[in-house]
């Protein structure tokens, strides 16, 4: 059976009321999970203890500031990727190695929002070399390496606020984007302190456009380019006949300030952003555009110093299209468009518009036609409009409501999420023509086809990420699990099989096969090539050293014990950091390090790194520390003890380094 939809019509008031009944009445749930599932869907997918998942399947933990990996079809979490957030677990953002990593022009940031994973590309299929991930709040884009899990570079993102048109990549990783949410005044201190009154004269949008280098990572802004003050919400790279074109989302193309939910709704369409970033990219090579202020951090981590390293930029390249015609255009698009996504053919378009009763589909084709026949409906602050009309390949009508993202299997079918009426309706973009629709619960954000935003999609399944849950697991207090849920493509039907909670809030999430990820495997890391300075390469090494008032300790763990193990001379007053490397040369075998009264974190150190806690004890006593990640069958024995003195005591500083595998 299917669900019916509440509503056919889109307008404002009908999607608010539309809302409140679907996430209200528990009578509105149509239908109960048996009458969806059909019996062998557990089967499909049943993963036999020790078989592996077939994919990989990357979700943002939204405002948990993480990433998450789950296997799919099982649903399994496999790991919590930390990001924009310390992470108490692994010592992330707590250790001084990696405190850099967090560190911004406003300094230390430990939190942020984060929406969108997304998959490097060679040739417009995802690869499994990187994940990139959007930071919202304070504008920033983190690259997470999938060879360790790690996240291996940040790069925050000038004159932008709410980094959320991010992180879209184009066909060969060359540039990842990043479109501001917000408008606002850029430049100097007095030109930024203005009258919020004044949006429509003094503020201004960008997209940038972020390079990281193929070897290393590193991340840098190679331009971003300066447009009219309005909000970007979404994007994606061209393919194909599109490539070297990027797509953008715009909403409030009213130009509001305040009470956008009623004030940036007026107009029945708002844009499509078409950037030619090629022509950009040329444009940035001839020297042209201008170095405007716009101080930024790069942060990179050094897998053999394993530590960060911070590089601070002051200004970035700034590209006005008033100054070069060509570079931008606008395609009207019905009505506050959310998702923005290019077919694998990459011939066609989709705007979602949120509070549209219809889906626009746009054609790259009659958009350069548009473009050459200079079939304008005039302009947008100085920027042309393209008619609608001459750029639209067609329109699906009455598909559902609240329609927000789109993904597309290899078989020219598309897959729309709909919050509103809290379906996924699949279509064939040619035709335009509904194929099926199936509920989902509930509400319905983004939705994942695995390499489903790419060229060469693998299909298989579509999974949704839902807002909201009510009645699908065991209450939990107020906050209730979000949920992901994984339906079959194989068929002319999808066909519900699984639902499984998730960590934080889903937003966009992407998948991709293991096999493309599992050979780039790090198992550990190489003691030989080790370079932190503070590195005790054997226990040989392992001492304790005074500089004024920091004492180092160089530590080392091996199964199981640390050398040192007791530690003698500290005084009140002192800071202390232990420098804990970890022997172990063998997959799967971290150590931990936690001490008494820390007032950070632990630190989980894996096989041949170096990691650093800063403990500051508060009062005189002996104080314990100990390995906490279960070691092995002496893991339990693995501890010591460091004694604090009064400030003004004489104990020397001392280190017993007494080792059984020195056989002492
Ligand atoms: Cu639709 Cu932030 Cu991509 Cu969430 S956004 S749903
Ligand atoms: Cu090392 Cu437990």
Redesign the pocket.
């Known amino acids: 059976m299917k669900r019916p939809l509440l509503f056919t019509t889109g307008t404002l008031a009908f999607v608010g009321l539309a809302f409140v009944l679907v996430n209200s009445l528990p009578g509105c749930r149509p239908t109960t999970t048996k009458t969806v599932v059909t019996g062998d869907a557990a089967s499909k997918v049943y993963v036999k203890p020790g078989a592996y998942d077939e994919f990989y399947n990357f979700v943002s933990g939204g405002f948990s500031g993480q990433l998450a990996v789950y296997g799919l079809p099982s649903g399994r979490l496999l790991r919590e990727v930390p990001v924009f957030s310390q992470d108490p677990e692994t010592g992330y953002g707590y250790s001084e190695e990696t405190k850099g990593m967090l560190m911004t022009s406003h300094g230390f940031i430990p939190w942020d929002d984060s929406?969108?994973p997304e998959l490097s590309q060679t040739n417009g299929v995802p690869d499994g070399k990187w994940c990139f991930i959007n930071g919202n709040n304070t504008p920033r884009i983190a690259l997470i390496d999938l060879g360790t899990f790690r996240t291996h570079s940040i790069i925050e993102i000038p004159n932008s606020a709410g980094n959320?048109s991010s992180p879209f990549t184009t066909g060969n990783s060359e540039y990842v984007v990043a479109g501001t949410r917000f408008s606002i005044p850029m430049g100097s201190d007095a030109e930024r302190d203005v009258a919020i009154g004044s949006y429509k004269e003094t503020f201004k949008g960008t997209v940038s456009f972020i390079h990281p280098e193929p070897e290393s990572g590193k991340m840098s802004i190679a331009f971003q380019i300066v447009t009219p003050a309005i909000d970007f919400d979404?994007s994606h790279a061209g393919k194909g006949p599109s490539e070297g074109w990027f797509f953008f989302s715009c909403y409030n193309t009213e130009q509001a300030h305040d009470l956008l939910e009623v004030n940036a709704s007026q107009r029945d369409k708002d844009f499509i952003m078409a950037v030619n970033w090629k022509m950009a990219e040329q444009l940035a090579k001839e020297g042209k555009g201008k170095r405007v202020p716009g101080k930024h951090y790069s942060n990179w981590w050094n897998d053999h110093t394993h530590s960060s390293e911070t590089t601070v930029y002051e200004d970035v390249l700034q590209l006005d299209p008033k100054d070069h015609p060509g570079l931008i255009y606008f395609m009207p698009c019905p009505k506050s468009p959310?998702?923005c996504d290019v077919d694998p053919t990459g011939k066609y378009i989709v705007g979602s518009g949120k509070l549209a009763a219809l889906i626009p589909v746009f054609s790259f084709d009659k958009m350069q036609k548009a473009i050459a026949a200079k079939d304008v409906e005039g302009d947008f602050a100085g920027i042309p409009v393209l008619k609608y009309e001459s750029v639209l390949h067609g329109e699906v009508k009455k598909p559902g409501l609240g329609p927000?993202?789109t993904e597309f299997d290899a078989n020219g079918n598309a897959y729309t999420s709909f919050f509103v009426s809290s379906e996924i309706v699949k279509w064939n973009v040619e035709k335009l023509e509904i194929l099926d629709r199936v509920p989902t619960y509930y509400s319905i954000?983004?939705l994942c086809v695995p390499g489903g935003d790419s060229k060469q999609p693998w299909g298989k399944y579509v999974i949704a990420y839902n807002k909201i849950t009510k009645d699908r697991y065991l209450p939990t207090g107020p906050e209730l699990s979000q949920s992901a849920q994984l339906f079959s493509i194989d068929g002319d039907k999808m066909e519900l099989l699984l639902d499984f909670p998730t960590t934080g809030e889903p937003?966009?999430a992407q998948a991709i096969p293991a096999d493309l990820v599992k050979p780039r495997e790090v198992k550990f890391f190489k003691i030989d090539e080790n370079q932190h300075p503070y590195a005790a390469k054997g226990e040989k090494d392992a001492r304790v050293e005074r500089k004024g008032k920091e004492v180092h300790i160089y530590m080392t763990s091996i199964r199981s014990h640390f050398a040192p193990d007791n530690i003698e001379g500290v005084k009140l007053g002192d800071e202390v950091y232990f420098h804990v490397t970890n022997l172990e040369q063998d997959w799967d075998v971290p150590h931990g390090f936690a001490v008494k009264g820390a007032q950070n974190a632990e630190l989980l150190i894996m096989p041949g790194e170096t990691q650093t806690l800063k403990w500051v004890p508060q009062s005189v006593g002996v104080k314990p520390f100990y390995c906490t990640d279960f070691c092995s069958a002496l893991h339990q024995e693995m501890q010591g003890y460091i004694r604090v003195s009064p400030a003004n005591s004489n104990v020397p500083l001392s280190a017993n380094t007494k080792s059984p595998d020195a056989g002492i």
Do not use: A, I
Request: hydrophobic content about 15%.
């Open positions: 929406h969108h959320h979404l959310h998702g927000l993202h954000g983004h937003h966009y």
